[in-house]
Structure formats: structure tokens, C-alpha cells
């Protein structure tokens, strides 16, 4: 089963044994902060500067990450405000040597772009 359909991820990595929650499985914050990690980077490209998390929402954990699996992370742009900008997010693990894929979670994490004071600016359209 293939879920990245052909999209390049933004990021790629794989989870450190240091990782591991209580249950055996890649803990909830870790992922998180991979999905962060790479919205942010879409984000800032999208607002041609700085910007910083303001909202998670509708994340959803489908099925559990293992030691050994590659984790993809893919995001997109969901859209865009006057000082904001959503990024869709999913995460693929990659098991048993690439032989399998498996949708880890997903959610929708918004941005705001700042100036440089560190306060809310508008996005600057077209910067791509």
C-alpha cells in the first residue's frame, strides 16, 4: 500500500529507541513535534519569514509508530489568511524494509506570520 502518492515528504526520519513510550510504541509528543517541525518549514516558505504554531487541530492518532519503522512526513497547504497559513499534515510509516506503508496520523496546524518584533504581520502573497 503506497499512501504518499507520488508527493515528496518534507521531512524523513526514524525514531531513536529513546523514543519508546511505556507500551513499546514511538510516543505521542515525538510525532508531534516531527509534524511541527516540518508544517513549520512549509509555512515559513509560504510566508517568506518567521512563523510560529498557534493551533492543532483535528489530529488524529490512526495507528501506532514501532522502533524500527522510516516516517515520512508530507504537508501541504490547506490555506491561506491574512496572517495565517494552515498546513495539512500526514505522517506514513514505512515497515518491514519498505515492503509495507501504514497512515500513522494526520492533523491540520496552523501559523502565524511574524515581523520582527515577534507580533502578527500579513502573508506576503506570491513569495514562492
Known amino acids: ?3 504518499g502518492g507520488g508527493r515528496d515528504p518534507v521531512l524523513r526520519v526514524v525514531p531513536r529507541p529513546a523514543d519508546i513510550n511505556a507500551n ?3 510516543f505521542g509528543g515525538w510525532v508531534l513535534s516531527q509534524m511541527d517541525i516540518a508544517a513549520g518549514i512549509i509555512a515559513a516558505r509560504e510566508a517568506d519569514g518567521a512563523v510560529a504554531t498557534v493551533a492543532i487541530e483535528a489530529m488524529e492518532f490512526i495507528a501506532p509508530i514501532q522502533l524500527h519503522d522510516l516516517i515520512s512526513v508530507y504537508a501541504t497547504v490547506e490555506r491561506i489568511g491574512r496572517t495565517s497559513i494552515a498546513i495539512r499534515v500526514e505522517v506514513v510509516a514505512s515497515r ?5 506503508e501504514v497512515k500513522v496520523t494526520d492533523g ?4 502565524v506570520a511574524l515581523d520582527e518584533n515577534h507580533r502578527p504581520r500579513l502573508v506576503k502573497r506570491g513569495s514562492r
Do not use: D, K, S, V
Open 1 to 3: 500500500m503506497t499512501t
Open 108 to 111: 491540520l496546524f496552523t501559523f
Open 24 to 26: 513499546g510504541h514511538i
Open 96 to 100: 518491514e524494509r519498505g515492503q509495507a
